[in-house]
Structure formats: C-alpha cells, structure tokens
C-alpha cells in the first residue's frame, strides 16, 4: 500500500529456527505442501489482515490435529464477511456462519447434534473477534465456558469492531484512538481503567484449557491449537491479530506490531489449565511500550502535539503489572513446547 | 394413552415421542412446566438419545438449537413472552438457514409493565420472522400439534412455533390421550436435513447475501409458506387416519354454513365462544366462528370459503397492534377482498384479562345490531383511563401510569364480572 513499506521474505526477529533444519514431525503445519488451507487464498481480508493470518494458521493446525474431522461455527465480523460474500467462500472446513454474538452457543448445538449422532469423531471450533467474543457474544461464551461443552472458541482479537469501522470493544487497549473513542479532548482515545481480560475470565470458569497466542509466534499458535484439540471440554484459545488499518500501521509491520506487543509485555502469552496458568512466553528481548505505541497512528495523540508522559507512563505500568504477574521475564520458566 | 395431566406435561411427552435429540431448556413463566417435563423423561432414561442443554438464556436456547438442527439433529425448545423477544434475532436466523426447529410458545403479554399472564402479543411479535405459526385449541390439539410440527417443519425446511396459550392450557388439567409411541414413529420418519455441516461434504452456510439475490431469498420463503397452506390439511387428515382424531388443519369452522355473523379468533378462547354461539344458536341466531390454527401460513383461502358469505365478521384478538388496532382483523381483509363484509376488531383478554361468555354475548349482540365499532376494547375500565388521562391533563409529571392505574382500583383489579 505505501511505497516505504519494504518487502518480507522472511519473519525476522522471532528467535525460530528455519523449518528446513527442524525435524519432520516438528516442522509447522503450514510448511507441509498437504495442509488444508481451512482458509484459502482469495478472500477480501484487507492486506496485512492479522485475523486472515491467525485463523489461517489455526484452523489447518485445528484440521490436521483432528486428522479432518471438523465443524466450524463463525460469529458475524470481519472474517465471516471477507471469506464469504456469496456465492463465494474461502472456506475449505464445513462453516456455519449463524449470528454475531452466538457463535458459542452455535458450537454446543454442533457439539451436541454431533454427540447424540455418533459421531464422537467430529470436533468442534467457534471463532469470531474480539466485539463478536468479549462484549456481545460474551454471555453465550461464559455458558458455553461453564457447561464445559466440547468447543475450542477462538477469539481473534484485534481490539475493535473492525468490520463497522473501527469502534471501541472492551477489548480496546487505553489511550487507543477509535472512531467512538476518538482523539480528541483533555484525555484523547480510549479511556483508562476499563475492558476486560476475558482469558482470566475464561480461566475462572475452570474450564481444562485456556491460551493466548500472537500471529507473532505462528508456530506457538499452531502448538496451542494443537494442544487444545487433544483436550475435550470447553477451551478458549485468545490470539492477538494486528488490524493495519484500525490501528494506524503498515500493512507490511503486522508480524512486527503483534511481537512488540507480545515483547513489550502489554500482551503477555501464556497458556493455563483448569484455572492455573502452566506456561508462559517469556520475553526474549524486552522494549519499552514506546516501541510498539509509536508504530500506530491509533496512538499518535500520545506523541504529538507533545509527549503524554503521564499516559504513556501509565501504559508502561501495564505492561509492567503484566510481566509481573505472568513472569515473562522468568527465565527459568519455559513454556513445555519448542 | 388417555391420562388427565397438566398441559405442559402433555406437551412435553407428545415431544419426547417425536424423539428429540437435542433440547434446550431455559425457564420462563408459564413455558416452563414443559422443558421441566423433558428433562424429567431424560434424566430417567425415558427419553434416551437426546442432548437436554441446559442454557443461560434464550438467545442461547434458539442459537444451540440452530447450531444442533444445522448438524442434522431434531431440535426442539420451549419459550414465551419476554423470552421469544430475547431471542428474536436467531428466530429470524433458524427460519433465513431453513432449520426444521419446533418450538412451543406458552403464550404470554410482553412487558412493560411486567405481566405473566395469557396473551398473544409475543407470537404476534415473531409473526413475520418466517416460522409457522399453529395455535392450539385445546391440550390435545396441542399434544397432537407438535406432532404434525417435527413432520411439517422437516418435511419443507420452515421451523414451527406451536403456540399454546399460557395458564389456560399450559397449566390446565385436562383429558388428554397422549399417542403411542409406535403411531408417532409411524407418522413421523426420523429427520433426514437437506443440508448438514459435515466434515464428509464442508459446505459453507450462511453465508452473505447482497441485494442481487436477498429479494429471491426472502420470495422462497414466502413460497415455502405458501406450500405449507397445502400440507398443513394433508397432514391433519394423514394425523387422523393414524391417530384417529382430527386435530389441526388450516382452521376449524363452527357452525359458519348459514352464519350471517362469523366470530374469528386464535386459540383457547375458541372455546369460550363456541359455548356463547351455542346459547345463541338456541335462539335462532344466526352465528357462528372460526379457530384460526395456522396464523402463518395465513390461510386465506380457506378462510375465504368459511366466511365470505358472512353479512360481518368479528375478530376477538389477545393482541394489540398499537396505533391501528388487530392484527387478525388485518391480515383477514385479505380474505374478504371484493366484499363489503363489515369486519370489527375486538382487543380482549390482554395481561391475561378474563374473556368471559357475558362480555362476549354482549359484543356478538352489539355486531348483530350492527352497533359494535371498527375496533373495540373488551371490558376497558374507561372510568380508570379517564382518571389518568385527567391527571396527565393537569399535570405533566403524574409517576408512573401502571402503578398510579393501579391505585386507582386497588385490590380488585383482576376482577371482571
């Protein structure tokens, strides 16, 4: 899109090893020539889409982990209205696309009806964005959490309603400018103090398996969503998907944007089973917020006229609160995959 | 098997033996009694598999049914009044994705002010969500309804609300010959969906639809309907060559040959009028009614062939379409098109108001003198209204108008002779 962006061969700066020197049976999904491409190419995502990229990567994961043998239930947003304006669709899974805050529900209806058929072979996804999953379909995702039903929802977060244009969800981080939390006044862009860290939630719900993951780490996404297929029960994977457009950066930065949030700490990875966290993404190389705030224009209002060392200081004591209190700078913790 | 059980009881085994796979169950005053009954019959055993989830409301109820019935499940869940507006958007959903769900409503006001008792102002509010709408006469036409339901709903891929109304049946005790298992497996084949979510064939459903196909879309699902007009009287008489016992149809006409005046209504009052036309036939007038079963498909047709020879036609409606009137009365002109048919609408029985035989002989009789208005309000307590519309005169701010009306006619209120 713009002419500075420079061209990627590779994704620089994750500390993975290049699949060709890995093993076979430890080599990503996405690197074999068979995988299933749940998420084919031609969809009408905007380019440099984190969520295209994540739900890519983690339904093949999902569809290779259950040997194909996979029922998918998708909320209304961005990714259910860029696979398939009719007659098309991108989707190589079985989809069902029902409304925007039921996705949840809709997978223990799957779940049930694939149950009481027999067919205890057949695995169930739900998946939708961050508004779809922590503001209206929340309701429907803490029921289906304290039934335990079978589904692994996924919530693509990529901190706003993307789809109507860049709202406020309560999964917007603060000082972040939307189209409902705009920059302007005494205190620009999202207020400070609100949201909900709905992997916590879900974790209170003692339900056996809960995750975050980053399209930073493809290969740790990939683990997860392999790790929660091999689970049953209700599971709740949170993966964190730049929107370049909703949030100001170059479509080209997606990877570099999602590893800044991860390496600044404001989105700390971690995985957790019934209610107790057992294992974390530490932090390799730690930046300050500043880095990953200064790459989106959602932020600008921080920067300029002048410096908001008062908020930005206070976005620092985030990410900070979250480094603490999931150790990512614990090296001696590791979480149990490569 | 003839018993004599509450409604709801009725109700839930006349759906335990359509062989439900997946139920959901969420309560709602007067519904309740019924997802109570299924879970009773599958927790024993009795009702084997079949998934009873248990959800948090019921939007949930309406969308893991449509998750379920997209899987290729029998689906089935129960509901009223507050709860049929909560789940009104995945109503509309389950009927756009052509899923067979069968779903009874317990008939039941909308609030507010908050009120538990029997009206038709929530199915009224879904009327045009693409379900089909049967409403029930009596407890064993609505055993006998959720039969024809799972049968007619699979059968064209429309789901079906069964509308029962609230208390009067629901909680009534009444004779009712609940069938025999092998009859029903006879009448109802097991559910065979047009199309499944399936890992063996993925497809993609639901999918977005722009304005270069969504008006066919939604012309299917009238034409669906429209087909149903034609299968709801097959499978009443194919019900009754099996089960032996006429229940549903498209309606049911009493004494309309040479009825000069025609009462129309939909459910449990039927009853009520039928014994005041009785009276009156006694005496030589000419009356009589009809008992609107299916409400959507709106038979017009056979409605037409009922009434239209009628000097006038009476509705009695538990539903108020506020700023106009009925709603039956409305969708009636379409089968009295070329007549100069005199049609008066009468709201009665709203909030679960009691419609008795001496306010309904005093509105036929009113009709038969022609005297009776267009649109009319059974047993308004004017003396209360015109208090409240004094003091909203004199001053602006008066409180609540519920709660000051209620005052007004202190512990007697639900009382009308």
Known sequence: ?338 | MLKQCEGSIAIAEAVALCRPEVICAYPITPQTHIVEGLGLLVKSGKLSNCEYINVESEFAAMSVAIGASACGARAYTATASQGILYMAEAVYNASGLGLPIVMTVGNRSIGAPINIWNDHTDSMALRDAGWIQLFAENNQEATDLHIQAFKLAEELSVPVMVCVDGFILTHAYERVDVPEQSKVDAFLPPYEPRQVVDPDEPVTIGAMVGPEAFMEVRYLAHHKQMQALERIPQLAEEFRRVFGRASGGLLHTYHTEDAETVIVALGSVNGTIKDVIDQMRAEGVKIGSVSLCSFRPFPTAALHAAIGHAKRVVTIEKSLSVGIGGNVSHNLRMALQGRDTKVSTVIAGLGGRAITQTSLRKVFTRAIQDTLEPLSFMDLNTAVINRQLERERVTRRTGPAAEAILRDIGTMAARVS
Request: charged share 20%; aromatic share 8%; proline share 4%.
């Open chain 1, 1 to 338: 899109m713009t002419g500075a962006s420079r061209v990627k061969f590779y994704q620089t700066g994750t500390f993975t090893v290049g699949n060709r020197l890995l093993d076979v049976s430890v080599r990503s999904v996405q690197s074999d020539a068979d995988r299933n491409n749940s998420l084919n190419s031609g969809h009408r995502a905007c380019q440099g889409c984190g969520e295209a990229l994540g739900a890519r990567y983690a339904l093949d994961a999902a569809m290779r982990a259950v040997n194909g043998r996979l029922v998918v239930a998708n909320a209304t947003g961005c990714l259910e209205v860029f696979s398939t304006p009719y007659p098309e669709s991108s989707w190589r899974v079985a989809w069902l696309h029902s409304l925007f805050a039921n996705a949840a529900a809709v997978g223990t209806g799957m779940a049930a009806a694939m149950k009481v058929k027999g067919r205890k072979d057949v695995r169930v996804i739900a998946q939708g964005g961050d508004g779809g999953t922590v503001d209206i379909g929340f309701a429907c995702l803490s029921g289906m959490f304290e039934r335990d039903d079978d589904v692994l929802y996924i919530c693509y977060d990529n901190e706003a309603y993307m789809n109507t244009g860049i709202q406020r969800s309560s999964a917007t981080p603060a000082a972040a400018r939307t189209m409902t939390t705009p920059a302007a006044g005494q205190e620009p862009g999202n207020v400070f103090g609100q949201g909900k860290n709905v992997p916590l939630i879900a974790m209170a719900h003692g339900i056996p398996y809960v995750a975050t993951a980053s399209v930073a780490d493809l290969r740790d996404l990939e683990y997860k969503v392999g790790r929660a297929m091999a689970i049953h029960g209700a599971r709740y994977l949170h993966v964190h998907v730049p929107c370049p457009l909703g949030w100001g950066c170059d479509t080209g930065d997606t990877l570099k944007v999602a590893r800044l949030a991860a390496e600044s700490g404001l989105f700390p990875i971690f995985e957790a089973e019934a209610g107790e966290v057992t294992g974390r993404r530490t932090i390799r190389r730690r930046v300050p917020v500043e880095d990953y705030l200064k790459m989106q224009s959602r932020f600008a209002h921080l920067f300029s006229p002048k410096r908001d060392e008062r908020r930005i200081a206070m976005i620092q004591a985030i990410a900070d609160r979250n480094i603490r209190r999931f150790g990512l700078l614990d090296k001696s913790e590791q979480g149990a995959h490569p």
